[in-house]
């Protein structure tokens, strides 16, 4: 997500006590700032230096993701596209699969979600928080003339973008596919017990041991700091978008980075959009996208894609439950 004057924490994680027998598995986690927020991982094995080995790599290998193709890294793809946007450059399949999919999210909201919001965002001041001011109807309508999916170019693996001016933003999606990849990698070394957090994205492979869940507190968006539900994991992935996350303070009043890209203005329908899933990528980018759809609208999504279950709560506080999800979820 992006930078802001105040983040708020989305999620309280409930952690249980693991029993000391010789049997037990031992417990390792680290925490880093990666993707402009903090990224833990908790792992369980036999042996803490192997698991700080496991966990010093991949966080070395999420690194190398972000510094690969995060838009504000100067030696990342997108930001080099991004410096000439008219120009074709080439791209590998990862990249191509990421604009794919989110161009994917654009069409299902008739581009309310679309990753070329990156003007609008630095009209609001949500990159440098250096605005003080409300935009003006007059600056929302110029910079809206660079907002639009259907200007990424995409032919076999090269890439670009019809205007001057135009850029894509990949703090909607970057996240969850680079924690999806930790995971992956993490699976690959033989791990049966681990969770991956960026807060308000996660991975989680299998459950705690002696067959506790990886269970995690859903934030009420209208109190913070108050807890609505527990949900368990056990091996899903899980991605939240709220409009309490990110906040800027202009003119007295706070506003939300959540924005329609079709009006240029903060989306209404929602206070939060809770994604479970089978992974942090698809779950990361559709918590986003959904956000921006009318609740109704969501649920009727849902009901033709069977990879993903919902809990919604609008800008009302009505809750809506996807038929799936409930079973996941505890009340408080």
């Not at 909607?172 to 969770?195: C, E, H, Q, R, T």
């Not at 091996?235 to 939300?256: C, F, M, P, R």
């Not at 069977?306 to 009505?318: A, L, R, S």
Request: charged share 30%; proline share 2%.
């Amino acid at each position: 997500m992006k930078k802001s004057s105040k983040i708020l924490i989305l999620l309280i994680f409930l952690f249980g006590l693991i029993s000391c027998s010789k049997n037990s598995l031992v417990k390792y986690e680290e925490e880093k700032f990666l993707f402009g927020t903090s990224v833990k991982i908790v792992i369980y094995g036999k042996n803490k230096k192997d698991l700080e080995n496991l966990v010093k790599d991949t966080f070395n290998y999420m690194s190398e993701i972000e510094n690969k193709y995060n838009s504000r890294y100067k030696e990342s793809i997108i930001y080099k596209l991004n410096q000439n946007p008219t120009q074709f450059i080439e791209m590998d399949n990862t990249l191509k699969d990421m604009l794919e999919e989110s161009i994917k999210i654009s069409e299902i909201t008739n581009g309310k979600y679309d990753i070329t919001i990156g003007p609008i965002l630095d009209l609001w001041g949500f990159n440098d928080l250096s605005r003080t001011t409300l935009p003006t109807e007059e600056e929302i309508s110029e910079k809206l003339k660079l907002v639009n999916y259907r200007d990424i170019q995409i032919e076999n693996n090269k890439v670009r973008l019809k205007k001057i001016g135009e850029r894509i933003d990949t703090g909607s999606f970057l996240k969850g596919y680079a924690i999806k990849k930790g995971k992956d990698y993490l699976v690959s070394k033989k791990v049966k017990n681990a969770m991956i957090t960026a807060i308000s994205s996660i991975e989680t492979i299998g459950q705690k041991p002696e067959n506790k869940p990886f269970k995690i507190g859903i934030q009420n968006p209208k109190k913070i700091g108050e807890l609505l539900y527990t949900i368990d994991l056990n091996g899903k992935a899980l991605g939240v978008s709220g409009d309490y996350q990110t906040i800027i303070e202009l003119e007295g009043n706070k506003y939300h980075h959540l924005i329609d890209a079709t009006t240029g203005r903060q989306s209404n329908y929602n206070s939060l959009v809770l994604v479970l899933g089978e992974n942090s990528y698809k779950t990361d980018l559709y918590s986003t996208g959904l956000f921006m759809m009318k609740a109704e609208d969501i649920l009727k999504y849902i009901k033709n894609d069977k990879t993903i279950d919902v809990f919604i709560v609008d800008k009302n506080g009505k809750e809506y439950f996807s038929e799936g999800i409930k079973k996941y979820m505890e009340k408080i």
